[in-house]
């Protein structure tokens, strides 16, 4: 079973889902904005990423923070996460392990080639 991290208002979560549904794919949906995100969840995606994929700088709650509030290292992106999940890059999806942040089709496509 594969679980999609990310909020259900976001559009760029909305495709990745309907492209699940579109190729009969089974998720489950984990809503950051109501389960929000362990430490240790953030700790196991950083083993695979870097902080710097993992927080979402074009979005529009990075943006709006003051430069105090903004990541700088692993250490203050994960209390940036952990505190304000809309500013983690979405959607994440994962088997095991994180298997892709962000959506493109394409590379869906590869993903569930087999």
């Known amino acids: 079973m594969y679980k999609i991290y990310g909020i259900p208002n976001c559009d760029t979560v909305k ?11 089974p998720y489950e949906f984990h809503n950051f904005k109501k389960e ?4 240790e ?3 196991e995606w950083l083993e695979k990423y870097p902080w710097e994929t993992l927080v979402n700088k074009a979005g529009t709650t990075w943006k709006k923070l003051e430069d105090a509030q903004k ?15 809309s500013v ?7 088997s095991d392990t994180v298997i892709a942040v962000g959506f493109k089709p394409e590379i ?3 993903i569930f080639q087999s």
């Open 36 to 39: 929000g995100i362990t430490i």
């Open 71 to 85: 990541a700088t290292d692993q250490a203050s992106a994960i209390e940036l996460m952990l505190h304000q999940t």
């Open 108 to 110: 869906y496509q590869s």
């Open 88 to 94: 983690i890059k979405r959607p994440i999806l994962e």
């Open 15 to 25: 495709k990745a889902i309907t492209w699940l549904k579109d190729n009969n794919i």
């Open 41 to 43: 969840k953030l700790q």
